[in-house]
């Protein structure tokens, strides 16, 4: 069955450097989401994206955040400068179509933590 | 801004036990509905998805309601296994304004059935 695989599982950052990560949706769906969650607390929406453009972004995702579709398969989230806060564990997901009809299936996450 | 809230936090139930976990959003113009499983440390598995127009879904022992009118739903689990120990998280579609629509939380209900 197809799924949504993330790269890498695990990652560790001293805060203000840059981290890119990444993600491999399912290769005929068409809405690409990020989502965060810090340990012990909700899953937030942070960006969707489709037609190379983002969409819809949520107050989190300020301008330390990026998203791309560098290329036919990946799609990445980059945080230019990281700070304590932002460690989390960072899902992708990704869904076929426009309605919501259909379900957005999740990839198994990154870990992120900043020192 | 659309809320979710899950009851309880936390549940711990002997094996072949039936249950019920809770749902409740504030904002009832939602579009759909789902149940999403979470194991420690890994993505989210999408359980069951109703549109805002049923009543239930059913797979397997899982069964969840709707009532969009009051703002709740409930998955019930029938006859539990010690497989099904895992946070169970629900989520709601809902219009965020500007033609754009997002899936919000709950910060779910961590279940550990007892063999």
């Known amino acids: 069955e197809p799924e949504v695989t993330q790269t890498p599982s695990h990652q560790v950052t001293q805060m203000g450097q840059e981290v890119i990560l990444r993600c491999v949706p399912i290769?005929?769906?068409?809405?690409f989401y990020w989502y965060r969650q810090i340990l012990g607390q909700k899953v937030e929406f942070l960006v969707s994206f489709y037609n190379n453009e983002i969409s819809e972004k949520s107050e989190i995702f300020d301008d330390q955040f990026s998203v791309e579709r560098p290329d036919g398969s990946n799609f990445t989230l980059k945080i230019r400068s990281t700070k304590l806060e932002d460690s989390a564990m960072y899902f992708c997901?990704?869904?076929?179509?426009?309605?919501?009809?259909?379900?957005?299936?999740f990839g198994p996450g990154t870990r992120l933590l900043v020192l | 801004k659309q809320e979710v809230t899950q009851i309880p936090a936390a549940l711990s139930v002997p094996e072949g036990e039936n249950l019920v976990l809770n749902c409740s959003f504030t904002d009832s113009a939602i579009y759909n509905l789902q149940w999403f499983r979470q194991d420690p440390g890994k993505g989210l598995t999408s359980l069951l998805l109703?549109?805002?127009?049923?009543r239930e879904q059913t797979s397997g022992r899982l069964n969840a309601s709707l009532d969009k009118s009051s703002g709740r739903s409930t998955l019930y689990i029938a006859a539990s296994q010690p497989g099904d120990s895992a946070t169970y998280l629900c989520?709601?579609?809902?219009?965020?304004?500007?033609?754009?629509?997002?899936?919000?939380f709950g910060k779910g209900t961590k279940l550990s059935v007892i063999p």
């Open positions: 989520a709601v579609i809902s219009y965020s304004g500007a033609g754009s629509y997002q899936l919000t």
């Open positions: 290769s005929n769906h068409l809405y």
């Open positions: 997901a990704s869904r076929i179509g426009p309605t919501y009809q259909e379900t957005q299936y």
């Open positions: 109703i549109q805002s127009s049923q």
